[in-house]
């Protein structure tokens, strides 16, 4: 195991009617004046919006709002929320939706208290003060909410960035599962792939012995092939929606990355997609990462037998281990598949003539240097070989 530090100070508040909390908790944190930030109208349709507001008065909290998030977050409205942070003297920023609108809560909390433009976090530079965040959380996906990351699109170019640094992790962090039963089937599915998509990432690492973090994400991905099914069934069950919910936040804190090297080409790979065809991130990674897997087997097969084995409860086969990783990426299409995510470029809306383009912009774009992915260094040529697989 490499050596490593953890630091996640966000207070999680779990449960039924949380949300109901947060003023409490806005004003815990230091918040006066505050920023609401949300996203196309989901949270005003399920009066979400009005009990958080309603929790901010008797709190005796004021604030102002902006909503207009929308998926794969652009830096157009990012810059106008630092300029109203700006203007009205806000000191919190809250957070009421999904990964997007906390990952435009973060580049606005970043921005507004940085002299340069916000976007050179998303060109490298470590993010180490903003303002505080709070988050109430409506979708089990990203898990920005616990994570010290925010990724955004910017208009000009279209590059889809991450940006890293601890001042990212929120303060608080409300996750009330029933809150996410008015997720359309969609968006659930696209949520548990992206998940799972955050354990793989970790998961396929060239450092070993690393029992305890496998084994914890093995135990992650299981309780995600045991619950999706349950949701896309019944939208309503709130105990697989807890579980999935809290799995969520574990699968992304990095308490299941630390002490190992891991990959993110296929993340890489992904934003692409969702820059240029503005596809729902998780529905990407459900065609990229089937790919990814088959083409980079080789470099550690016994690793993807491991995975197909531990999770998938396929059959060793020890002399052809290739067939046993081959069978667990089998395994995982059709898991993809049974809850509604796309298979192939053609599902997902992407198109073969951008394929050179999409691969040089991920290895090259907005500063990179030519080779993307930390388990397997992938050139420009892997990834449109990867791109032609989904195809
Ligand atoms: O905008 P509204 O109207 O709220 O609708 C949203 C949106 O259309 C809807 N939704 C969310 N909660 C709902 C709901 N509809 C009904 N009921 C609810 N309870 O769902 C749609 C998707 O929302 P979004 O916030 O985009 O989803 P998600 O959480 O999947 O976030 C995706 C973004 O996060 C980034 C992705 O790249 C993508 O841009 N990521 C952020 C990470 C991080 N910050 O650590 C890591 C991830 O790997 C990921 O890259
Ligand atoms: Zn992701």
Redesign the pocket.
């Known amino acids: 195991m490499n050596n490593f530090t953890f630091y996640s100070p966000t207070y999680f508040v779990f449960g039924k009617d949380q949300e109901c909390e947060t003023g409490k908790y806005v004003k815990r944190f230091g918040g006066s004046k505050v920023l609401i930030h949300?996203?196309?109208?989901?949270?005003?349709?399920?009066g979400?919006l009005d009990r958080v507001k309603a929790s901010l008065d008797k709190e005796g909290i004021s604030y102002v709002e902006l909503g207009g998030?929308?998926?794969?977050?652009r830096s157009g409205l990012v810059y106008e929320g630092i300029d109203l942070c700006r203007k009205e003297g806000v000191d919190f920023i809250l957070a009421v939706?999904?990964?997007?609108?906390?990952?435009s809560s973060?580049a606005i909390a970043a921005g507004t208290v940085y002299d340069g433009d916000f976007w050179d976090y998303y060109m490298g530079k470590p993010v180490v003060d903003a303002l505080p965040i709070g988050t109430v959380l409506?979708?089990?996906?990203?898990?920005?909410e616990g994570?010290?990351?925010?990724?955004?699109?910017k208009e000009e170019g279209m590059f889809?960035r991450?940006a890293s640094g601890e001042g990212?992790r929120p303060k608080f962090s409300i996750l009330n599962p029933a809150?996410?039963?008015?997720?359309?089937a969609f968006?659930t599915a696209?949520?548990v792939a992206?998940i799972m998509?955050?354990l793989f990432e970790r998961y396929f690492t060239t450092t070993k012995d690393v029992e305890v973090t496998d084994r914890v994400i093995e135990g992650l991905l299981l309780t995600m092939i045991n619950e999706a099914p349950k949701v896309i069934a019944n939208p309503n069950d709130y105990e697989a929606r807890a579980n999935i919910m809290w799995a969520g936040m574990m699968a992304?804190n990095n308490c299941c990355g630390v002490g190992r090297a891991q990959d993110w080409a296929s993340?890489d790979i992904?934003?692409e997609l969702?820059a240029v065809y503005d596809c729902?991130?998780?529905a990407g990674?459900a065609v990229v990462f089937p790919a990814w897997m088959t083409y980079n087997m080789h470099h550690d097969v016994m690793r993807f037998a491991q995975l197909a084995v531990r999770v998938w409860g396929c059959q060793m086969d020890f002399a052809n281990p290739e067939k046993t990783a081959k069978a667990g990426i089998e395994a995982l299409r059709r898991f993809f598949k049974s809850i509604g995510m796309p298979g192939n470029f053609e599902e997902l809306g992407a198109k073969e003539e951008d394929i050179e383009m999409m691969a040089h912009t991920a290895c090259y774009g907005n500063g990179r240097t030519g080779h993307i992915g930390g388990f397997a260094s992938l050139s420009e040529e892997d990834v449109a070989n990867i791109y032609r697989l989904m195809l």
Request: glycine content about 16%; charged content about 10%; cysteine-free.
């Open positions: 949300y996203g196309g109208g989901s949270v005003v349709r399920s979400l998030v929308q998926p794969n977050p939706g999904g990964g997007s609108t906390i990952d973060k409506t979708i089990a996906a990203a898990g920005s994570s010290p990351d925010s990724v955004i699109t889809k991450g990212f809150l996410t039963q008015t997720l359309p968006q696209a949520g992206d998509a955050h992304h993340h992904e934003h969702s729902a991130h998780g990674l």
